[in-house]
Protein backbone atom coordinates (compact mmCIF):
# COMPACT_ATOMS: atom_id res chain seq x y z
CA UNK A 1 0.00 0.00 0.00
CA UNK A 2 2.88 2.62 0.89
CA UNK A 3 4.44 1.45 -2.52
CA UNK A 4 1.58 2.26 -3.95
CA UNK A 5 1.33 5.41 -2.23
CA UNK A 6 5.17 6.30 -3.08
CA UNK A 7 4.65 5.51 -7.01
CA UNK A 8 1.39 7.63 -7.25
CA UNK A 9 2.94 11.07 -5.58
CA UNK A 10 6.56 9.82 -7.86
CA UNK A 11 4.15 10.22 -11.02
CA UNK A 12 3.77 13.81 -10.70
CA UNK A 13 7.30 14.55 -10.00
CA UNK A 14 8.05 12.65 -13.52
CA UNK A 15 5.96 14.67 -15.32
CA UNK A 16 7.04 17.72 -14.10
CA UNK A 17 11.10 16.04 -15.09
CA UNK A 18 9.84 15.93 -18.33
CA UNK A 19 8.17 19.25 -18.69
CA UNK A 20 12.06 20.80 -17.08
CA UNK A 21 13.55 18.82 -19.87
CA UNK A 22 11.17 19.52 -22.98
CA UNK A 23 12.28 22.96 -22.16
CA UNK A 24 15.79 23.40 -20.79
CA UNK A 25 17.29 20.34 -23.41
CA UNK A 26 14.93 20.08 -25.80
CA UNK A 27 14.31 24.32 -26.41
CA UNK A 28 10.32 23.87 -26.39
CA UNK A 29 8.23 27.22 -25.10
CA UNK A 30 5.68 25.47 -24.23
CA UNK A 31 6.39 23.43 -21.15
CA UNK A 32 7.19 26.66 -19.14
CA UNK A 33 3.53 27.73 -19.55
CA UNK A 34 2.49 24.26 -18.33
CA UNK A 35 4.90 24.22 -15.29
CA UNK A 36 3.60 28.09 -14.39
CA UNK A 37 -0.04 26.58 -14.35
CA UNK A 38 0.62 23.70 -12.63
CA UNK A 39 2.15 25.44 -9.64
CA UNK A 40 -0.55 28.06 -10.00
CA UNK A 41 -2.87 25.23 -9.36
CA UNK A 42 -1.11 23.36 -6.90
CA UNK A 43 0.46 20.83 -8.13
CA UNK A 44 3.72 21.19 -7.68
CA UNK A 45 5.60 23.95 -5.43
CA UNK A 46 8.49 26.27 -6.34
CA UNK A 47 10.49 24.27 -4.19
CA UNK A 48 9.79 21.01 -6.62
CA UNK A 49 10.43 23.19 -9.72
CA UNK A 50 13.96 24.34 -8.54
CA UNK A 51 14.62 20.32 -7.57
CA UNK A 52 13.45 19.29 -10.76
CA UNK A 53 15.73 22.00 -12.88
CA UNK A 54 18.55 20.54 -10.40
CA UNK A 55 21.83 20.15 -12.04
CA UNK A 56 20.60 22.26 -15.16
CA UNK A 57 21.37 25.26 -12.90
CA UNK A 58 24.52 24.30 -12.49
CA UNK A 59 25.56 22.61 -15.62
CA UNK A 60 28.77 23.59 -16.97
CA UNK A 61 27.36 24.51 -20.25
CA UNK A 62 25.96 28.71 -19.92
CA UNK A 63 23.11 28.09 -22.54
CA UNK A 64 21.77 25.41 -19.93
CA UNK A 65 22.08 27.12 -17.10
CA UNK A 66 20.36 30.16 -19.00
CA UNK A 67 17.36 27.60 -20.04
CA UNK A 68 16.99 26.45 -16.34
CA UNK A 69 17.33 29.81 -14.66
CA UNK A 70 14.71 31.19 -17.84
CA UNK A 71 12.03 28.48 -17.11
CA UNK A 72 12.26 29.39 -13.30
CA UNK A 73 11.90 32.48 -13.78
CA UNK A 74 8.88 32.20 -16.20
CA UNK A 75 7.28 30.60 -13.20
CA UNK A 76 8.30 32.91 -10.42
CA UNK A 77 6.33 35.96 -13.39
CA UNK A 78 3.39 33.97 -13.07
CA UNK A 79 3.76 32.63 -9.04
CA UNK A 80 5.26 35.26 -7.35
CA UNK A 81 2.10 35.64 -5.12
CA UNK A 82 2.49 32.10 -4.09
CA UNK A 83 5.74 32.83 -2.48
CA UNK A 84 6.69 32.91 1.34
CA UNK A 85 9.16 35.45 2.87
CA UNK A 86 11.91 32.87 3.73
CA UNK A 87 11.56 31.44 -0.19
CA UNK A 88 11.99 34.83 -1.49
CA UNK A 89 14.79 35.62 0.65
CA UNK A 90 16.57 32.20 -1.00
CA UNK A 91 16.01 33.03 -4.19
CA UNK A 92 17.29 36.45 -4.32
CA UNK A 93 20.12 35.27 -2.90
CA UNK A 94 20.31 32.74 -5.94
CA UNK A 95 19.62 35.08 -8.40
CA UNK A 96 22.01 38.34 -7.09
CA UNK A 97 24.69 35.59 -7.58
CA UNK A 98 24.07 34.24 -10.79
CA UNK A 99 24.89 37.95 -11.78
CA UNK A 100 28.06 37.14 -11.46
CA UNK A 101 27.49 34.29 -13.95
CA UNK A 102 28.03 34.32 -18.22
CA UNK A 103 26.66 36.87 -20.09
CA UNK A 104 24.11 34.80 -22.13
CA UNK A 105 22.44 34.03 -18.45
CA UNK A 106 21.77 37.34 -17.51
CA UNK A 107 18.66 38.53 -19.24
CA UNK A 108 17.05 35.05 -17.65
CA UNK A 109 18.31 36.00 -14.30
CA UNK A 110 16.78 39.77 -14.74
CA UNK A 111 13.60 38.07 -15.76
CA UNK A 112 13.56 36.08 -12.29
CA UNK A 113 14.63 39.12 -10.70
CA UNK A 114 11.82 41.33 -12.36
CA UNK A 115 9.33 38.61 -10.89
CA UNK A 116 10.42 38.91 -7.59
CA UNK A 117 10.50 42.58 -7.16
CA UNK A 118 6.64 42.09 -7.60
CA UNK A 119 6.82 40.18 -4.15
CA UNK A 120 4.76 41.60 -1.68
CA UNK A 121 6.70 39.23 0.66
CA UNK A 122 10.17 40.87 0.18
CA UNK A 123 11.37 41.93 3.34
CA UNK A 124 12.93 44.88 3.85
CA UNK A 125 16.08 45.70 2.34
CA UNK A 126 16.18 43.07 0.19
CA UNK A 127 15.46 45.99 -3.10
CA UNK A 128 18.45 47.91 -2.05
CA UNK A 129 20.32 44.62 -2.25
CA UNK A 130 18.85 43.95 -5.79
CA UNK A 131 19.56 47.16 -7.21
CA UNK A 132 23.25 46.74 -5.97
CA UNK A 133 24.19 43.73 -6.99
CA UNK A 134 22.47 44.31 -10.47
CA UNK A 135 24.67 47.69 -10.69
CA UNK A 136 27.91 46.31 -9.08
CA UNK A 137 27.71 43.00 -11.32
CA UNK A 138 26.38 44.08 -14.52
CA UNK A 139 27.25 47.11 -17.05
CA UNK A 140 23.66 47.77 -18.11
CA UNK A 141 24.34 50.30 -20.74
CA UNK A 142 25.79 47.84 -22.63
CA UNK A 143 22.88 45.34 -22.27
CA UNK A 144 20.58 45.54 -25.12
CA UNK A 145 17.17 47.90 -25.09
CA UNK A 146 14.81 44.67 -24.00
CA UNK A 147 17.65 43.94 -20.71
CA UNK A 148 17.51 47.61 -19.88
CA UNK A 149 13.98 47.83 -19.89
CA UNK A 150 13.38 44.69 -17.00
CA UNK A 151 16.16 46.59 -15.02
CA UNK A 152 13.90 49.52 -15.30
CA UNK A 153 10.86 47.85 -14.70
CA UNK A 154 13.09 46.52 -11.45
CA UNK A 155 13.65 50.22 -10.61
CA UNK A 156 10.07 51.19 -10.81
CA UNK A 157 8.82 48.10 -8.93
CA UNK A 158 10.84 48.77 -6.27
CA UNK A 159 9.97 51.92 -6.24
CA UNK A 160 6.05 51.71 -6.12
CA UNK A 161 6.29 49.17 -3.89
CA UNK A 162 8.99 49.53 -1.33
CA UNK A 163 9.16 51.99 1.73
CA UNK A 164 12.95 51.52 1.78
CA UNK A 165 13.03 53.64 -2.02
CA UNK A 166 12.52 56.93 0.23
CA UNK A 167 15.88 57.38 0.71
CA UNK A 168 17.07 56.00 -2.46
CA UNK A 169 19.46 58.69 -4.28
CA UNK A 170 19.68 61.00 -1.00
CA UNK A 171 23.20 61.90 0.29
CA UNK A 172 24.14 60.91 4.01
CA UNK A 173 22.36 62.51 6.15
Known sequence: MAAAAAVEAAAPMGALWGLVHDFVVGQQEGPADQVAADVKSGNYTVLQVVEALGSSLENPEPRTRARAIQLLSQVLLHCHTLLLEKEVVHLILFYENRLKDHHLVIPSV?????????????PPGLAVSVLKAIFQEVHVQSLPQVDRHTVYNIITNFMRTREEGDGWGKGSP
Open 110 to 122: LQGLKALSLCVAL
